[in-house]
């Protein structure tokens, strides 16, 4: 089993930056892939980033391409999202997940979540 816990969610001005961090207890390990989705009220989860523990393999999304970063520390067993240049259309609950294996853009794909943190993104 892999326990989740995100943080570092909040109200920022569009243009502005945060950074959320997913801290990762549990039976990880190097092949394992870790995602940031988003959901938006009313809109499906969507794929936002992946990498895998053991680096080498980052992914994006292209609406965050350029903008967005993220990265691993496997010491702290934690993965961050560094976001820049916010939007409004950024408005979110962000959770992160893990899943055994390959890379998947399919939230279905994943077999662990966090409880999820809330962007807002003011215009």
């Known amino acids: 089993q892999v326990q989740l816990v995100e943080s570092g969610g909040g109200l920022v001005q569009a243009g502005g930056s945060l950074r959320l961090s997913c801290a990762a207890s549990?039976?990880?390990?190097?092949?394992?892939?870790m995602a940031w989705f988003r959901q938006a009220p009313g809109k499906e989860r969507e794929f936002v980033a992946a990498?895998?523990?053991?680096?080498?393999?980052?992914y994006y999304a292209n609406s965050v391409k350029g903008r967005f970063t993220i990265s691993r520390d496997n010491a702290k067993n934690t993965v961050y999202l560094q976001m820049n240049s916010l939007k409004p259309e950024d408005t979110a609950v962000y959770y992160c997940?893990?899943?055994?294996?390959?890379?998947?853009?399919?939230?279905?794909?994943?077999?662990?979540w966090g409880q999820g943190t809330q962007v807002t993104v003011s215009s």
């Open positions: 549990g039976r990880t390990g190097s092949s394992y892939f």
């Open positions: 990498i895998r523990w053991s680096g080498g393999s980052i």
């Open positions: 997940a893990g899943r055994a294996g390959n890379m998947a853009w399919d939230a279905r794909e994943y077999s662990y």
